[in-house]
T-cell receptor, first 116, second 114 residues
Framework: GNSVTQMEGPVTLSEEAFLTINCTYT??????LFWYVQYPGEGLQLLLK?????DKGSNKGFEATYRKETTSFHLEKGSVQVSDSAVYFC???????????????FGTGTKLQVIP | DVKVTQSSRYLVKRTGEKVFLECVQD?????MFWYRQDPGLGLRLIYF???????EKGDIPEGYSVSREKKERFSLILESASTNQTSMYLC?????????????FGPGTRLTVT
């Protein structure tokens, strides 16, 4: 079955540091890949996405590139801010459908704490 | 903007009680989902529904049931709450019509069973 593995946290960085959160996946076929973010006390919200190999998703200064050869989708940001403190989830969506539903598989989440 | 709302942010119930968690979305989405979120385990799918009165078991349906009488509303029911159901519960919705599949989440309900 499908699976998503992401680095364990928490990750603690100083403001303006470079961020990398690793994510690798196992899937049959050609999944779409996502990063979701969960700010304290809130639900998840989509941060960025990529649908095919070599696609780069980007949003709010975050980027991730769909690497089929290494089955990876690492999240990066050049200069983090305190407001980026949150839990980040890597996820994939299988394009096979069953009753109109595409299953989404989530990683376990990585907590990021940015200190001033 | 898509809005998914959940009836309670925090809930405390006793063992054996029947618990209802309500979720409402305002974007006419066909698909709705219930997940539970636990530290170190990420999100696990409990049940989902792709149409009114339709439901499918997810990965961990034991001890739960669901109801979808109207398109915008999806309820999660704990028939007899137990302490191992203490968790954060997240509702989500989506439309199967989009080429790239993404889900919209509510703020979550943190349930404590004592």
């Amino acid at each position: 079955g499908n699976s998503v593995t992401q680095m364990e946290g928490p990750v603690t960085l100083s403001e303006e540091a470079f961020l990398t959160i690793n994510c690798t996946y196992t899937a049959t076929g050609y999944p779409s890949l996502f990063w979701y973010v969960q700010y304290p006390g809130e639900g998840l919200q989509l941060l960025l996405k990529a649908t095919k190999a070599d696609d780069k998703g980007s949003n709010k200064g975050f980027e991730a590139t769909y690497r089929k050869e290494t089955t990876s989708f690492h999240l990066e940001k050049g200069s983090v801010q305190v407001s980026d403190s949150a839990v980040y989830f890597c996820a994939l969506s299988d394009r096979g459908r069953s009753g109109g539903y595409q299953k989404v598989t989530f990683g376990t989440g990585t907590k990021l704490q940015v200190i001033p | 903007d898509v809005k998914v709302t959940q009836s309670s942010r925090y809930l405390v119930k006793r063992t054996g009680e029947k618990v209802f968690l309500e979720c409402v979305q305002d974007m006419d989405h066909e698909n709705m989902f219930w997940y539970r979120q636990d530290p170190g385990l990420g999100l696990r799918l409990i049940y989902f529904s792709y149409d009114v009165k339709m439901k499918e078991k997810g990965d961990i349906p034991e001890g739960y049931s669901v109801s979808r009488e109207k398109k915008e509303r999806f309820s999660l029911i704990l028939e007899s709450a137990s302490t191992n159901q203490t968790s954060m519960y997240l509702c989500a919705s989506s439309s199967p019509g989009t080429a790239v599949y993404e889900q919209y989440f509510g703020p979550g309900t943190r349930l404590t069973v004592t």
